[in-house]
Each structure stands twice: as C-alpha cells, then as structure tokens.
C-alpha cells in the first residue's frame, strides 16, 4: 500500500484509514500507563505530535472505539497483551482548546478586557457544550433521572462560568454512571487562551476562570481514572517577590514533563533514526548531512537530535526543498513582541544568536507571564519551551546553589535562525520604513551625510514606538532601544556583503557600531551613538555629534579595523546625536 506524506492529520484514525505516513508512537501509550500518575502535564512546542499522540490515546482507550483492534494490529502497543486487553473500555473525554482565540481587541479600557475575556470564556463553553453532545443518547438511560437530564440541557453556549468550570467534572460522574467504569480525561493545548489572554491584557480575569475549571476537573473528580494534560508552556502566574503559584496550584497531584525531562523524550518528535529512515524510504537518504543542519538540534531531556515532524514531512512532501516549515507555521507575533521591546540586552544577546553565539541565563521553567515584560530571563524560558533555543549545557544544581538553574543557550536550528531573521527583517517592514531604511544604507555607502540624515530620522520617527519597553519611554532612554533595533536590521539587511557587530572591544574602549565589509578594498564605519547630555555642557546636537566624533578618535576605535587589513582613507567615522526622537549624524 502506497504511503502519502500528507499533512495536517491529528487524528489517528484518518491517517491508518488513509494510509497517512506515520511513525509509530504507540509505545507512548504504555509508558504513560504504566507510569501511573494520576494526572499528567507535557509541554512540548508546536507540531511536535501533541494533538495526534492525545488522538492515539483516545482511539485506543475509549469505548467509542471498541473492538478496532485493526487501529493497532502491528504497532509497537499491540505487544503489550495486558495493554492489549484495554483497548476500547474506557469512557474517555478529548477535548482541545488549541482554536480558543478572542479575536483580540486592542486596548486597556476595562469595557473592551471584558469584551475579551468573555470571547475567550465563550468559546470554552463552546468546546464543552460540543462535547457533551457526543454523549447526549446516555442521558435516555433510567440510570439518570429528570434532575440530570436537565442539567445536561443546560451545558450550552450561554451557560454561567460556575456551570463551565463543573461541566466536565459532571459529565464524568454521568459517564462512570452509565458504563460503570471511571473516564480518562485528556486536554490538549490548554495554555492556547492563557496565552491568549496575557497578550489581551486580560490575564488575572483568565487565571480566575481556568484555575476554578482545572480544579473541578483534575482535581475534584472522583470519576477520572487519568488526566492527561499537553501545552507548550507551564504556565505560573504570581510575581518574582512572591511565591510562584501555578494556575494547577491546587492539584497536589499533577506530574509535570517538561521539555527538560528524561520521560517521554523519544514519544514527541522524530528521531533521527527515525529521520534517516523516512529519507532513505522517500529516496532522498542523499540529503541526510542537510536535513541533520536545518532542522535537528531539539533536545528532550537527555535525549538530543530530535526532529520537528512537521519540518520532515514538509521537506519529504515538497521533494527536498528546503525551506522553514515548522517556523513559519503560525504567527511569531508573541516572540517579535518580546524582543522589540525587551531591553538591550535582550536584542543584544538576539545580535549574538544570530552569529550563531550561545549565550548563558538562569532559567525557570515556569513561565510567568506576568514577567514577559521587564525580565529577559522570562523570555528566554518562554523561547525553550518554545522550541527556538536549544540547550547545549547546562550548571548542575548544587547544595549551596539559590536561584534558578543556568543554561547555555543557543538557536536551535538553521530554520530558526531564518525565523529569527525574517522576524527583524519585518520590524521595518511596516509602512514606508523599508525605503527610508534602504535610502539611509544607500546613502551611508555613498558617503551622502545629508540624506543619510534625512532618512535616519524617517527611519526614526515609524519605529522608535516599535522598541520601547515601558508605557511611558524617556527621552533618554529612547535611542538606546532604537539603537539595538536598528543595529538588528542592519545585521540582517547587510549579511551578504558586511559583517556588523555593535559594543566591541577596540583600541581602547567599546565602539556602538562596526560595520565591516568582507571585500577590505571597500570601505568600513564606526558608528558612535549619543543622547545629548546638558550636564556635559551639550546645548545642542551639534556639540552630541561633536563628543561622539571625539570619543571615536580618543579611544582609538579604528584600531581593530586597521589591524584586520582596512587602509585607513577607507575607514568612515560617524557620530550619531539623539533628542527625543530627532537625530543628527555627523
């Protein structure tokens, strides 16, 4: 039977029905099982097989699916005759709230917060009123009474947030009633709307609502046999001087699997193993060592060289053209946001990934969204769970050791470092920024001070609001958030030709910017970025550029230039003088 590499399946049923390539994941099932915790928490990125594994569970434990033992004859489950026994006899509920969106309205007014939050809480009510219609015909049985059919009647779209946050821990007693047998609750992406909400600025509202349905449905529920949890954060919220409190705070009970953890590491994602095998079926075991450079590099515990599906599927699909599949899958908005206005650090160290540098953060692995802004360890927690950085060491936890444990961090791939790239390039993207941006480069090459001045400050005026980190920026703070921005897209748009590093050592003292091209026949800039300071006696722009122009030449900045080969005539040395977010360059 012919094998179709199609995508987008989640369901495992349809791919064994439409002979969907698949490699088998069933063995998951037993160790989750045979682990035996109660209930289960796995983080893992997106496309990483979260939904099919759920998918897998589902048809192999639940009663609607009893006696397909076709689903599972030759996959590595069937070996289990004490596993095997169980297929199809258990009540089990699957839901997903990976389409929980509140088609977010901007704005901080409590009249639109409360307009999305209750899109958000409507459309979990959505997702549970359609669950309890696929159980409607039990509600026929005389195992339950009028009292409980009308409650059943109840669970609608429009139903209180007090009925939502018990209706999956009711319907479970309906269940275990009617098949005399407790359920397996499975809930797949269950941070999409936590998400969600801290991006529409709505998250205490959320956090209220999702702790009491969690509660009532992972923790107050005699009827569940198991839980099983996915999502690719661990969400806390609380703040750094308090006590971290997870939104499962209350259950005692939750095991939680990170993507740090030894278990499960081989179950999500394929291995390359597995890998070179689909190549080498698809006749395409020529494109290993590429394949190994693009898109290995995710790393489960202590299980490393692991495989985005998604990616490998794509790549198979589209006859080796390679290409950022997984990356460019859904909007990276979240991690744009994170680093267009984290501190300079945070562009810094995104300057220093993109020249494929590691680089070294305290990581906690539970994220805080309450943190994003203002702490750029936050960030680099979210982007590993997230799957855009990898780890590639990590300090063991000693005795005497407070804090968090320190990674040394790193892209995880080459489709992310496309990511990333594409991410910067569309920072000037918007509006007419990408001409004044080219303008001012064309200008700065051709040695045009005056419209280099021009198009700066265009440049400027769209996209000094892109890099700031607070509501209310100061004047002096402003520029040094452009700067890193700026120096980013400069890093990206002139890769082919220059190579461009900012707050190095030369001579004696750190430069802003270094622009040096590969060619030493063409010519390289020192860049000296300055806000005009009146305790330094500066009463004009003028007198900026003029102390920046000076600093340039005392700390003898050129030095590394000339000892890498630059004639000096070919060295251009420009200061740049900020007030507020005007500019002069001289």
């Not at 009617?178 to 269950?190: A, M, Q, S, T």
């Not at 000037?428 to 001012?440: I, R, S, T």
């Not at 000339?562 to 005007?582: C, D, H, L, S, V």
């Amino acid at each position: 039977m012919e094998v179709k590499h199609g995508l987008g399946y989640q369901n495992y049923e349809d791919m064994m029905r439409n002979h969907i390539f698949y490699i088998d994941k069933t063995d998951f099932i037993s160790e989750w099982w045979n682990y035996a915790d109660k209930v289960t928490l796995i983080t893992r990125p997106r496309r990483f097989g979260k939904t099919l594994n759920m998918s897998t569970i589902e048809c192999f434990f639940s009663k609607r699916y009893e006696g397909r033992s076709d689903l599972f004859e030759g996959r590595k489950i069937w070996e289990d005759e004490t596993l095997r026994a169980l297929q199809g006899t258990y009540p089990v509920i699957f839901m997903s709230f990976a389409g929980v969106k509140s088609g977010y309205v901007g704005g901080d007014s409590a009249e639109i917060k409360l307009k999305n939050i209750e899109a958000v809480k409507t459309a979990v009510k959505q997702i549970i009123s359609d669950t309890y219609a696929k159980y409607r015909n039990i509600m026929k049985s005389e195992k339950f009474d009028d009292n409980d059919r009308a409650f059943f009647a109840s669970v609608n779209d429009n139903m209180t947030d007090k009925m939502a946050q018990m209706a999956i821990w009711r319907l479970c007693s309906y269940l275990e009633i009617y098949y005399e047998k407790k359920v397996i609750v499975l809930l797949d992406e269950y941070d999409t709307p936590m998400q969600e909400s801290w991006l529409g600025r709505y998250w205490e509202e959320a956090v209220t609502f999702f702790r009491g349905f969690f509660v009532k449905t992972f923790k107050d529920n005699e009827s569940m046999e198991r839980g099983l949890i996915t999502g690719i954060t661990r969400v806390s919220n609380g703040s750094r001087s308090e006590t971290l409190e997870s939104i499962f705070s209350e259950l005692n009970h939750l095991k939680v699997v990170t993507t740090t953890s030894d278990k499960y590491g081989t179950c999500f994602g394929f291995t390359e193993e597995e890998v070179f095998k689909a190549l080498d079926d698809a006749g395409l075991g020529d494109h290993k060592s590429g394949v190994k450079k693009w898109y290995d590099g995710f790393t489960f515990g202590k299980y490393t060289d692991i495989y985005n599906p998604w990616s490998i599927i794509s790549f198979i699909e589209n006859g080796a053209k390679y290409e950022a599949y997984w990356a460019n899958t859904s909007s990276n908005d979240l991690v744009s946001t994170l680093i267009q206005t984290g501190d300079a650090d945070a562009k810094k160290t995104v300057e220093d990934l993109l020249a494929g540098k590691s680089f070294i953060a305290p990581i906690d692995e539970q994220i805080v969204f309450n943190q994003l802004y203002g702490n750029t360890n936050a960030i680099w927690s979210l982007l590993l769970a997230a799957g855009y950085l990898k780890m590639i060491d990590r300090e063991p936890l000693r005795a005497d050791r407070t804090g968090d444990a320190e990674y040394t961090l790193t892209l995880t791939n080459r489709e992310v470092w496309f990511m990333f790239r594409k991410m910067v390039k569309d920072w000037f993207g918007k509006y007419d920024v990408p001409a004044y941006y080219n303008e001012f480069i064309n200008a700065l090459l051709h040695d045009n001070i005056r419209k280099m001045n021009t198009f700066m400050n265009k440049v400027a005026l769209h996209t000094f609001s892109y890099f700031d980190t607070g509501n209310k920026p100061s004047d002096e703070t402003h520029p040094e958030r452009f700067y890193h921005g700026f120096v980013l897209g400069m890093i990206v748009n002139l890769s082919d030709k220059y190579k461009v590093t900012s707050n190095r050592e030369s001579g004696y003292g750190r430069y802003d910017v270094m622009i040096e091209p590969f060619d030493k026949n063409e010519k390289a800039f020192i860049f000296e970025f300055k806000v005009l300071d009146a305790d330094d006696d500066e009463r004009t722009l003028e007198d900026t550029v003029a102390n920046a122009l000076a600093q340039i030449e005392e700390k003898q900045y050129e030095a590394a230039l000339i000892a890498g080969g630059f004639a000096p005539e070919n060295i251009r040395k420009y200061g740049f003088g900020f007030q507020g977010q005007k500019c002069l360059i001289g």
